[in-house]
Every structure is written in structure tokens, then in C-alpha cells.
């Protein structure tokens, strides 16, 4: 059966230019070209192999890992590849290494916080991996309130040195990818004290190990801090456990650039402005929102492509059941998930704009649109990896019982990916961020302040209160200005709820402690209105290909009329729409289905996943699943002898009665 | 810091009497006895540690598992246990393995479908385990649909025996647990072809393994399936692959007590009625309520311990950081799922009232109330199955970062959980079998045909399609039979509104079809009413034990006004609320949370989990978590040696640029 394409009578249903779609999912031709060529890299490259993955102990799991970083790092060399293609090399390796820290945290905080001499000792050896570094914040009894961080780096004016010290056990560093066995360096966040006063947290290069031998410098106490989720997942990652022992660093390894210590010990904040720090932030959440369009995509083309092959019910006279995929049930699951991919894809390419954007404003002193941007970026963090992390798990359940399997590859996709809705800020901490930003907004609206930004409809704010939407027949709900005044009326009305209900409290911290769980639902209302006002946008935009438009309005009115079905209780309960109309959109959101219907696989082909970087039999290409199911079964170890290992100490002695007499 | 009990602060808030809540929380007195030694055994039995599980090999782990089961039938013989103390300490052991299959399904299978000859040759051998079997019923191909199954049993009238063959691939029978490795026997279900003509499926007892050396028999082709979900997880269940090719066993071998076939290979149908097997079916799904409700406890167990030790934000003046329970958005999303496990634990102890008041029917061959407790069972199913796997994974989220690692417990149970959603019946399938039960009722309704059970309230649909919610105030919420009347009156109606909308289509096979999205809300509606209601009638009983009753009113309100509010749009698009009225529920939830919290220690310590169920470090009884975390942490494999396996290889050239020579 070898050759055969299972989903080629699909494909040829398309009502679309696929090729053109993938130019359109991957932001340009340009980034297509660059993504393709390294998808297939790896995929031919046997060293980057991870079928076996989820069958390794932990060690040997570990161990293939730095196997697979030296060697992408010596074809990174070999093939002189730019940053570009280096990071969509690492990205289709697709397992957690320590270089994900060394690349994406340790080099850009170094870049971010340090002065131009410590950039230029110290950048060019981590370019070149002469040493390696690692993210050291979190601590074992701290997490979300950095501020509360008890590691203390206390300045020595006689040495001119900082002493690192671990004070407390919950001050021991905990989770940081890459520490616990390969990162040479950290930078280390610890709180700056001297003369005794206590400046706050900063960072701090500190060497760990020798470059020598590997083995930690004195005082240093370091391990990985054992299993996580999934089988491989995060297993093949060494996040660590760090401790200090009154460690001597000297003073020019604090981060300076925004804040310093002088030889004296004086402490001077320098002409460099603080909000860099929130620039830092949007970048990184900006590529996190990046990832959950990834991740959700491959979970999504896994499912669609099963719920194509997967047949169960429906024969008649004998013939072939009904493919899941045309059943409503998993029709009203599936697209709304193909969707939201798209959805996260446009507002992950827009939010790559806004930091631009942002970096050119603070590069210009001009500070007015961060609190905004900040606000945004966090609250589409919160909710692209939230409903990426659940949307994973759903498409694992879309696939029936073999979706159990680690050869489909969605167990380990969802081990991997949910940290995300707990790293670099709890999703509900930062939804609570995006709320004390919306209350302030709202506050402000009388005082003649425009909201700029994503913020901006609220400055029509009295229209939004009182407008009717104008809805009657199910086709109306196409109309995008319909969709999106349905949900400004919706975000505007939770959040000026919200704030009249804070206004009766006489201590407004009290209130808003009180009233979080209703903050975090309007801070949800906003998100969501950002996500489909950005898929909108995206629409207005000339995009070239046949079909190819109208294929992406059909899944921007999916995604709208989707969270608008899940979420009705918001839109009337505030009043912006009545029953006749929310039952008049779930019935358009029917008939979108059947026009998603014959084009689900050329869509989830827009993605442009090598079968390898898929890592799933489910979702394979061709759609030829049960035989390679069949084969896969038996690789697992379990299945190295037909009579299993313990049956002479265990099932023979259950079997013969003699288990009295038994050793176990 | 040994023999501190961290929790001892919270314990001392309860407000009422633990040890009955205990009692209420078992069932009965006896139960709460029986299990609670049973717990404590398997606890102080170093053989039944689990804390190393994750951390094993496949091929070790699977070993382990064989080991336990023998020590627990060594055990269960040495001690003469019953067979009701067999079952809690399998229970406790916590392990999936062949046991359950075993015990669950192979067991049931003889004694309900067998004849009485074949009960009286075969269970004695299962009783002693001179057998092991499993239960060979879903196919590569085919899970939900087994009318669908294709593996054959011809009939050879020559030789008086059936031909059991696997025809195609698909047909490879595919997930059964116990199968792969160790079950000797399989009740193998196949579709019965006498004289060339199809029967449809039935079961077979088919020997799979020679007793004597383990080996599979001629024509059997049997291994494990491969890895799935989880680090531990279902990977210590040998789920298997089986195929035959021409397999012969004697006629009298096929579970006969239903169908049989003669010696001539006449097909015969006994005077036992079909419905036996629906009988089953509500057994088996009680189980599956009961389980939820055990797994759902203990993931709640463990979130509200960690959430009464974790501290983040909030110290003043340098005072400890606030405690996480405290947090409205803490508690919103952590106490609705305390109450669901409560609720869950009532519905299911009704069930199995119902199962025993089923089964009486039958025997009288009073066959009216089945199609009723088919529904509500198979509805409770995917209700309480989808909430608890929801749920474990929230809590996973609620205990931040630490709840990733497998120390925390959480993992490991939702990866060993989440089949539930699946096994025994799709969640999906399953509320489409309730809606079209309900659709039924409704149409049933004019007809003068009273309905029964849990659908009893559809007779008084007259009354429920135009009531009108008395709520004026907040307290108003908390009265049970307002609670009710509007649970009532919405599912009412959105079964009304399903069958108008199906009674529009010309044929009323594709309008289900068509409208099945809707339906499964319609039938989700129908199942909350009935655990909100069973958990009201539990409140009518005589409760013994000071304040215990008091806090199941705070549990079944909280249960139900979260309900109501997740799922406010219903109640609003049907008018069954106001808006007004909906915001007041949400207000006396908020006052209902406050008055959870002193309790909530309390009502988890009520579930009598010992340390080794629990198997968390977050959840331990003693709250000691941080000294417990970081000691465990040095006991992965990869601390082994400080510097890591694969340094020189990998590590080192790196850092020293000599990767160009490297061999990978």
C-alpha cells in the first residue's frame, strides 16, 4: 500500500490555491522558502530521528538530546546557516533543549540589561557557545511575584565583589531549563543589597561550572529537579535546582545597563529608561502567541487529516461507514480549532508589527503606547496558549482512542505545550494585568484621554452601551462590521460593569480582589474582540490566490461566531444581542461548517508540516494509518520477546497456584 | 521540620465534624472501615511503593506491575480477604494492570452472557486465577460502532466448532488490556457466520496462550500496542494486538445464554431477554460515575492542600506572602470542582441504588424503566468523565509551575484519567444517545405515556416552558427548589426547541444529523439537572454529625450556581433567568466561596486519602512541601553523576570548538 494517498480525493476537493495559502500562513514567501527548506533538512537528516522518542529512559532520553544540539549546532557551522535559518532548524528538531535558554533567554537578557562592555565580553562567547547560559529567576517557593524572590546578592565594597547566598531552602533556584546539567553560566536574579538596604531584584552573570571539568565552581550546588509531564516532553530538558553558598562574583557582572553599582557601592540609576524591560516582554510574548498558532495547527492538522481516514457508523448496504470528519458532532469540535489556528497566526503577525512598533517608539522616548501594548501582549499570551493548551487535548479526544497513543503524536505535543499557560506569567495573573489596565481605562474615559491603540473603541464608549445589533437573518452575522460591533458592545459593557461594581467599594485593592473573577471575564471579552478585529484586519489586506480569501473569510466567520455561540451568556446577559439572534448565528456558524467541510485537509496542508516534524502516524501525509499503527506496535521494547520478562517470577506462579511459596 | 504539620492552622478553622463527613463521603460506616484498612495496608507495604514509577523504563515498569499484582493475590490469599476488601486494595494499589480486566470484564462477561454449564466450568478457573483473561472486543478499524467489528467465527458443522479468523488488518483486534502480555484467555467478540449467513457480533472464549510455557497458540498473533500517554500512566497495562488466522475452538465456547447455536447450526434465540445486557452496561457505567468522583477528589485533594501552603504576592511590611486559596480567582475555579467531586460522589452512590433497582425489574421482566436508566447512565458517564478530566488538568494549573512535575502527582493522573472520555462509549456518542432518548420523551409527551425517572419533570413540560424565576435577591439562589425549577425549565426547553427545530426536517435522521451540536447541549442540560437534583435529594436525608450537612448545602449551592453561571447563555437564551438574576447568583457564589474556604482542608480531608493514594508531594497530609520537593528532586536517574552522561561526547566539543571532528 506503499505510494497510495489516502487523502487524495480529498485534496482534490480544495476550493483553493494551497501554495498561495502557505505563503499567507507563513507571514511571506520569503519565510515559506526559508521554513520549507529547513523542514526538510531535518526531516532527511536520521540524527534528528524522534519516533523513538517516548521509548527512552530518561538518561538515555537526556543524552540523545545533547547528541541532537551538537549536532544541529555543527550543521549550523557546516552549512554556515544565517540566525534565521538556525531558528527554524531548532524549531523543526522540535524537543526541548537547553539551547532554547542558551538562545532565547540568556543572549537577549544580556542584550537586553547589559552595558555595551559587558556586551562585548560576553556576547561574542555565547555566540560562539564557548559557554553556555541559562535563565535563573524562578525559585522553589517564588514564582509569579518576582519581587518576593529571596536570593540575595550582597555588594562587598572591600573586594568590590557581589556575594551570591541562597539564604532559605524556598530560595534555591527551581525550574530554569538548561541549569541543571549543561549551562556553563546563568544569569542569576537575586536581590541587590548594600550597606544592607535591600535595591530590589536584578540579574547577575555568575559562572557555574568549570570550563575545565564541568563540575560546579565552590559553593555551588546544582542537579535537575526530576520528571516532568509526557513521556519524553520536557524530560529531554535539565531544568534545575540551584544553590548558593555566599558565591564572590565580581561587581562587573551585575547587568548594568539600566541600573548600577558604583566601586563605592553607591547605587545610580542610569539615563537608560526602564520601560526597555516591558519591550523585552512584548518580544517574548510575541513569539510565545507565535508558538501556540504552531502548536495548535499541528494538533489541528492531526485530527483533521485522522477525521478524513477514520470511519465509524453510517454503512449502508454493506458499504464504507461515514468518515468522522462529515459528522456535525466533530465538525462543531474541529473547525473552530482550524480556525482559531488561523485566528492566533494573524494576531501573532500583527503583534511581530506592534513590537516593532513599540522598540521605535522607545527608541524615540516616546513611552505613550506601552502600557497599551504591554496590556495586549500579556492578555493574548493569557489566551492563545489557554485555548491552545485545551484545544491540543480536544483534538487528542477527536481522534477516539488511538489519539491515547504516543505514536500520534498528540500525547507528547500537549505534554510539551501546556507549561506555556504557566511560563512567563500565570495565565490569570496576566488576565488580571490586562484588567487592571482595562478599569483604568475605563476610569479615564471621562478625563478627555483618548484609549489609543487596541483600547480605542472604548473612546465610544456611549455609542457601545446603547447600540442594537442589527442582525435578522442568519446571513447578516457575515458581515464583519456586524461581528465587530457584537463584540466591542460586549467588551465595552463587562468592563463598564465591572468598574461601576468596583466603584462600590470603599477600598478599591478590596474590590478588586473581590471582583477578580469577574475581571478576569472581561479581560477575556477584550482578548477575544483583539483576536477577531486583528483576523478582520488581516481580511482587508489584499491577499492574492485563488479562493484563497475567501477560504479565510469562512474561518474568520468560524472563529467570530464560534467564541460568540461558547461565550452567548456574556453577549446577553449585556444585553448586545437577543435569543433570535444568537440562535440565527449558531445556525450561519452550520452552514460555515459545510462550506469548511470539502476544503479541512488543504487546509491544514496550508501548514506546510513535514511528516517528521508532525511526528504523528495520525496525521501522516498519505492518511495510510493503520498499517504504519500496526507496525509501530511492535518496536515498543515491551514486544522484544513474546513471553514478557517477569513471567517466570509473576504470571507462572499466579497460573500453577504457587505464589505461596514465591519470592516477589 | 519532621513531624510539623503545616496544615494544622487550617484543620482547626473546620467547622464541622470530619470523621462523620468521612462516613457520608464512603457511603456508609462499614464502607468507610473496610476502606480505610484496606488504605493503610497497601500504604505500609513497601512492595506496593509507586513513588519510583516515573522514572522507570517501559520494559521495568511493566515488570514492576507484574510483581505487584502477584504480591497483591499473594496477599489477598494470605489474608483471606473478601472480595469486597480485594477490590479497595486493588484500588489503592493504584496501578492499572491486567488485574482490571481481568476482574472487570473478563469475570462479568462469563457470568452474564455464559450459560450456566459455562459459568460452572469457567469461573472457578478465573476465581483462581488458574486463567487470566481479557476482554477482545474493539478492532483497529472499529471502536464506537461494534455492529461495525469484523473479525469472524464461522461455524464448521463438520467439525462442531467455530473458526475464529481476522479477515483485513482493520480487523486486528486493538487496545484490550491484558492482552498483549499476560492473559491466557480472551472473551473475543466476533461476528457468528452459520451456513454463509451473518448473526452480528457475540462473544467467544477463546484460549490465546499455552498454560505451560506461555507461548502463543497456532494461528494467534499477539504484542503490546506500544507507549501511550503519560510517564507511568496506562504504560504498566499490556494493551494488545491480536490477530487470528483460522483459529478453531469448540462450539461450546460461545457465550450461549442469549443466542445459541445448536449442533445442527441452527441459530437459536433463548428465552433470556436481550435487555441483560443493557443490566450490564448501567453496572459497568455506575463504576465509571464512582471512579470520577474518586479521581476528581483526589486531584482536588492535592490543589487544595498546595493552595493552603504556596504564598505569592501580597506581604505586607515584610509579613509572609498571601496564601494562593485565598484568591477569588483561586477559589472560583478550585471550589466549584470540590463541590463537582462531592456531586459526582452522591450521583454515583444513586446509581448504584438504580443498577440494584434495574436489575430487580428485570428479573420480574419489568423492562420499563430501562431505556431511562440506560440514558441516565450512559449521559452520567460522559458528564462526569469529561468534568473529572477537565478538572484534573485545572487543578494541574492551579498548583503553578510545581504542578508540572510528576512529583506533584497530577500528571500521572490525568494521563492514566483521560481514557474515560473515551473507553465504555465516546462522550460524544453517548449524549447523542441521551438526546435521542429525550427527543423521544418529548415526542412521547402528547401522547398520555408518562415519563419515568430522571425524565419524570418532562411531564410537567407545560408548566416548565412558562415558569418565571422568583430570584429578587441573592440569598433567593439558595433555596433548593428555585435551584431546581430553573435546571428544570432549562433543559426542558432546549429539548423542546431540539425537537421543533427536527420536526422542520423531511426526514428526521438527517435533521438529527444536522442538528447533533445542538442535541449534545440539549442532553449535557438534561445530565446536570440530574446530578444538581440527586445532590438536593441527598440534602433531604437525615445527615448526621455536627456541621456536616451545613457544608454540603454550601457545596451543592456552589455546585449548582457554577453550573449556572458557566452555562448562563442557556438559561438566558431560554428566559428561564433574567440577566439580573443571573448576576445575583454570581454574587451569593462569591459569598458561598468565602464561606468554603475556613472548610476546605477539612472537606478534602474527608476523602481519607492516605499519602501513598495520593502519591503528591503538593497534596501531603502534612503540607511539608518545599524540604519534600527539593529531596526528591536529587533522586531522578540523571543526578546520578554531577556531570552528566554525554559531556565529553557532546558537551565539550561543543564549548571547545572541536565540533568539526566530532563523531555524533
Known amino acids: 500500500m506503499e505510494g497510495i494517498d489516502y487523502h487524495d480525493g480529498e485534496r482534490s476537493k480544495a476550493e483553493f490555491d494551497v501554495e498561495e495559502m502557505k505563503i499567507v500562513w507563513a507571514g511571506s514567501r520569503e519565510v515559506l522558502e526559508v521554513s520549507d527548506r529547513m523542514g526538510r533538512l531535518v526531516a532527511s ?12 529512559s530518561r538518561k538515555d532520553l537526556f543524552k540523545n538530546t545533547l547528541r541532537k544540539a551538537a549536532h544541529a549546532w555543527k550543521r549550523i557551522i557546516e552549512l554556515r546557516l544565517s540566525e534565521q535559518e538556525a531558528s527554524w532548524l531548532r524549531f523543526y528538531i522540535d524537543e526541548p533543549a537547553f539551547t532554547d535558554l542558551h538562545w532565547g533567554m540568556f543572549v537577549p537578557a544580556i542584550k537586553g ?59 534555591s533556584k527551581w525550574w530554569p531549563g538548561g541549569l541543571g546539567k549543561v549551562s556553563t553560566h546563568a544569569v542569576v536574579y537575586a536581590r541587590l543589597i548594600t550597606d544592607g ?68 557601592g553607591k547605587c545610580v540609576q542610569s539615563n537608560v529608561p526602564r520601560q526597555l524591560v516591558y519591550g523585552t516582554m512584548v518580544f517574548v510574548r510575541q513569539t510565545i502567541v507565535s508558538d501556540a498558532s504552531s502548536a495548535l495547527s499541528r494538533a489541528v492538522c492531526i485530527a483533521t487529516r485522522y477525521s478524513a481516514v477514520r470511519r465509524q457508523f453510517g454503512s449502508q448496504n454493506g458499504g464504507p461507514e461515514t468518515q468522522v470528519i462529515d459528522y456535525k458532532t466533530q465538525q462543531s469540535r474541529l473547525f473552530p480549532l482550524l480556525a482559531s489556528a488561523y485566528a492566533f497566526r494573524f494576531v501573532g503577525q500583527w503583534l511581530k508589527w506592534l513590537y516593532t512598533d513599540v522598540t521605535q517608539r522607545l527608541q524615540a522616548n516616546d513611552f505613550s503606547t506601552l502600557p497599551e501594548a504591554h496590556a495586549c501582549t500579556a492578555g ?28 500520534s503524536g498528540l500525547p507528547e505535543l500537549f505534554a510539551v505545550y501546556v507549561p506555556a499557560c504557566t511560563y512567563e506569567g500565570d495565565n490569570i495573573v496576566l488576565l488580571l494585568q490586562v484588567a487592571r489596565f482595562l478599569m483604568k481605562t475605563v476610569s479615564q474615559l471621562g478625563s478627555g484621554k ?26 447578516d452575522w457575515l458581515n464583519p ?90 453577549f ?86 504457587q505464589l505461596r511459596n514465591a519470592r516477589l
Open 481 to 570: 462590521s456586524v461581528i465587530l460591533e457584537a463584540f466591542e458592545a460586549r467588551s465595552a459593557r463587562m468592563s463598564v460593569a465591572c468598574a461601576q461594581n468596583l466603584s462600590k467599594f470603599a477600598n478599591s485593592e478590596e474590590g478588586f480582589a473581590e471582583l477578580s473573577a469577574d475581571l478576569v471575564e472581561a479581560a477575556v471579552a477584550h482578548c477575544q474582540l483583539i483576536v477577531v478585529s486583528k483576523f478582520i484586519e488581516k481580511l482587508e489586506e489584499a491577499i492574492p490566490g485563488k479562493g484563497v480569501k475567501r477560504q479565510l473569510e469562512i474561518l474568520c466567520n468560524i472563529y467570530a461566531l464560534y467564541l460568540l455561540h461558547n461565550y452567548v451568556g456574556d
Open 197 to 264: 538596604q535591600d535595591h530590589g531584584v536584578h540579574g547577575f552573570i555568575v559562572q557555574l561550572r568549570s570550563l575545565e571539568d564541568h563540575l560546579p565552581l565552590p559553593g555551588i550546588t546544582i542537579g535537575d529537579i526530576g520528571m516532568k509531564f509526557g513521556n519524553g516532553g520536557y524530560n529531554s530538558m535539565d531544568n534545575g535546582v540551584l544553590r548558593f553558598d555566599h558565591v564572590r562574583i565580581p561587581r562587573d557582572q551585575m547587568l548594568m545597563r539600566v541600573f548600577q553599582v558604583t566601586r563605592e
Open 380 to 407: 493574548l499570551k493569557s489566551l492563545t496558549t489557554s485555548a491552545t493548551a485545551d484545544g491540543i487535548e480536544e483534538c487528542r479526544k477527536l481522534c477516539g482512542g488511538h489519539g491515547y497513543l504516543c505514536s
Open 572 to 657: 446577553l446577559s449585556t444585553g448586545c444581542i437577543t435569543p433570535k439572534q444568537a440562535s440565527l448565528a449558531n445556525e450561519q456558524l452550520r452552514s460555515l461548517y459545510a462550506q469548511a467541510r470539502p476544503n479541512a485537509i488543504a487546509l491544514v496542508d496550508a501548514f506546510n508540516y513535514t511528516d517528521h516534524y508532525l511526528s504523528s502516524i495520525l496525521g501522516c501525509y498519505d492518511g495510510n494509518v493503520y498499517p504504519k499503527l500496526y507496525d509501530a506496535a511492535w518496536k515498543d521494547p515491551v514486544n522484544e520477546s513474546v513471553v514478557p520478562d517477569g513471567y517466570q517470577q509473576y504470571i507462572r506462579p499466579m497460573l500453577k497456584q
Open 45 to 56: 537528516d536520521e540524527a534528528f530521528r524522534k519516533d523513538n522518542r517516548t521509548m527512552l
Open 113 to 171: 540589561q547589559g552595558t555595551d562592555e559587558q556586551q562585548q565580553k560576553w556576547l561574542p562567547l555565547a555566540y560562539k557557545m564557548q559557554i553556555i547560559g541559562c535563565y535563573a529567576q524562578t525559585e522553589l517557593g517564588h514564582g509569579s511575584n518576582v519581587q518576593g524572590l529571596e536570593t540575595t546578592a550582597t555588594f562587598d565594597s572591600q573586594s568590590d565583589e557581589f556575594v551570591i547566598h541562597s539564604p532559605t531552602l524556598t530560595s
Open 450 to 475: 483618548q484609549p489609543v491603540g487596541t483600547t480605542a473603541y472604548m473612546g465610544r464608549v456611549a455609542d457601545l452601551m446603547q447600540c442594537c445589533c442589527a442582525v435578522q437573518k442568519a446571513e
